[in-house]
């Protein structure tokens, strides 16, 4: 029952350094999204995927990239790393067409720009 | 757009007792659902219970209820014989359905802290 995979968990990386955060789900969820938390706030959706191929931006795209060539995978790219996007990000899945339009998350990664 | 409105930071009860969390959502989306989340410290998501705004029964599980007044746009939490292990960051949430697939939109968060 291992549901959405986050790696890593924590990572700190320098101002410009890029780096891929990953996502894989195992539900055969056809939805997958990625949010971010910033401290004291909710989240909000960076990016999403209603299916392999398909991607659409959020509410915060700004300076992410995302793929998913696979239903089980969404990773999110950081092409130029800056202090703002220093968060906890989290990607989550749904089956949302069904009945049950719940998103299931990871456990997020912790990521500091310095 | 949507937006989700938690409109208290912070609560503080006693064990055992109820507490009662509030959030307000503005919409003119007419079919939607609506999510409550627990976050503990280990940051994980939890989906505690959710609402379809069709129905009008509130949902219920276990000693975790809400409060859905569609008219109002409010969707309260209440958590019976509140217990050590609920202490955490509660969000609500709200996903609009039809077309397109955004996510979540989630209010600020209250932080609930049960006193022994």
């Known amino acids: 029952n291992a549901g959405v995979t986050q790696t890593p968990k924590f990572r700190i990386l320098k101002i410009g350094q890029s780096m891929t955060l990953q996502c894989a789900q195992d539900m055969n969820h056809n939805y997958m999204y990625w949010y971010r938390q910033d401290p004291g706030m909710g989240l909000k959706l960076i990016y999403y995927s209603v299916g392999a191929g398909i991607t659409d931006k959020g509410e915060v795209p700004n300076g992410y990239n995302v793929s998913r060539s696979t239903t089980e995978d969404f990773p999110l790219r950081l092409e130029l790393a800056a202090p703002s996007q220093t968060s906890v990000y989290f990607c989550a899945s749904s089956n949302r067409g069904l009945a049950e339009n719940i998103q299931y998350f990871g456990a997020g990664t912790r990521l500091s720009v310095l | 757009a949507q937006t989700v409105t938690q409109s208290q930071p912070e609560m503080s009860v006693q064990e055992a007792e109820t507490v009662t969390l509030s959030c307000t959502y503005d919409t003119s989306e007419s079919n939607y659902y609506l999510f409550w989340y627990k976050q503990p410290p280990s940051r994980q998501m939890i989906l505690v219970i959710r609402?379809?705004?069709?129905?009008?029964q509130n949902a219920t599980e276990n000693r975790f209820s809400v409060n859905f007044q569609k008219a109002a746009k409010s969707f309260s939490l209440k958590i019976s014989d509140s217990q050590l292990g609920d202490t955490a960051m509660y969000f609500c949430a709200f996903m609009k359905l039809g077309g397109g697939a955004d996510g979540l939109t989630f209010g600020k968060g209250t932080h609930l802290i049960i006193q022994p």
């Open positions: 609402q379809e705004a069709y129905k009008q």
